[in-house]
């Protein structure tokens, strides 16, 4: 027993460092944007975004949708498509097994999850991205959802939101995924004849085949605050032509200066935003929304 032992009082316990439990990972977030480091579950009691600095971090589509729709009535619509591999399409790994790997990691089938309820009792049917499924890009599946989930608001006579985050084309199915760029528009070119609204709500990242498609032509197009949307990355585009590019190029608060998008909205005001939109759009009493 060394002379330190014996100074240290009998009662107070020393333990073994190998028999200290080490800290859980993953409950505290580093914001990017100041670098306060966060308590992971208040930050998504705030809807992922930053309380220090206003940061939009990404969120799933459940929790999109969980905090955007009323709590009453929900439903599902299109979870039966699933996706399949027509083009046997093979790069450093088979497609199926990055779908698989997909499906795991996320608890979703593909990268497009489609509701209907209401905002403040105004009924609408909701089609949200899941950018943590193969980077939310859009194959079959997802312009297949999209359409069924246009369909249902034309069925019903509600208006459609569409919340996107993705990169784009899903270039494991090469041709086939271009191919829903004009689906979706098709359907949506329904919507608009029969006097229905569309929102398109662009968050962090609208980019590719999605952004030229279907992001911008909603009656009204609203982006969450600097998030990234354009066809192709800054990087791209600079090592393209060579010039260096603009502060906050392809940045929403860069497009709204330009007329590319009406409105940036903090994620904590999208509900009742939305909510007073679609009841001036269709001609119902502001005020009967909260």
Known sequence: M???????????????????????????????????VLYKTDLEQNQNVCPSCGHHHRIGARARLNVFLDAEGRYELGQEVVPVDPLKFKDSRKYPERIKEAMENTGETDALVVMGGAVHG?????ACFEFEFMGGSMGS???ERFVRAVH??????????????????????GLLSLMQMAKTNASLTRLAKKGLPYISVLTDPTMGGVSAGFAFVGDVVIAEPKALIGFAGPRVIESTVRVTLPEGFQRAEFLQQKGAIDLICNRKDLRKTIAHTLAMLLKQPVDAVV
Do not use: H, Y
Request: charged letters at 25%; proline letters at 8%.
């Open 2 to 36: 060394s002379w330190l032992e014996k100074l240290l009082p009998t009662k107070i316990q020393r333990s073994d460092p190998a028999d200290r439990r080490s800290v859980p990972e993953g409950l505290w977030i580093k914001c990017p944007s100041c670098e306060t």
């Open 141 to 143: 599946v997802v312009g």
């Open 152 to 173: 249902a608001a034309i069925e019903q006579k509600v208006p459609f939101i569409c919340f996107t985050a993705t990169g784009g084309a899903r270039m494991q199915e």
């Open 122 to 126: 105004i009924n609408v049917v909701v």
